[in-house]
């Protein structure tokens, strides 16, 4: 597989990423003034809503997680970028991403175990037809795209201070 084939994958899957959280935020969108309308003027709501938004809510939340830490927009303490010199500063990034990495790599194994946990001892439906092991899906995958995203920016950040050979 290339480089350029390697792009063009992640490429549609950071798309696919984008539609699927405009998805979510749209239907939380729509879900949460139709609820707000049916009980205004007809004192009643779908009785599914209520607990469909708070699961709408966990899962646009943490997948825009993982678009942010794509993105590079993802919450970060910053205290010493503008005092350490450049190659330095590009080396500490790598080690932070590295270290954001395998916190990530922990928490996705958690969330994995959290859910096969949940299936085996779960086996009532909860919300439209899905079980609770199905709605906290979204744990191990975030986890999981978070995880890519800083394993791609890590190899990405020593492809970059590694000089190449010009010959």
Known sequence: MTILSLRNILKNWY?????????????????ACLQIALRTVFSSGIVW???LLRYLVIWSGFLGAAVATRMGKHIAIDLISHLVPDLILHWLQVTIQFFSLSICLVLTYAATNFVIN?????????????????????FPVSFGLISLHLLIEVISGIREAIPRNSS
């Open 49 to 51: 809503a209520d607990p």
């Open 118 to 138: 949940e299936a085996s001892f779960t086996s009532s439906q909860l919300l439209l037809g899905l079980s609770s092991w199905q709605l906290n899906l979204i």
């Open 15 to 31: 798309r696919i990423e984008e539609i699927a959280l405009s998805l979510l935020l749209t239907t939380m969108i729509i879900m």
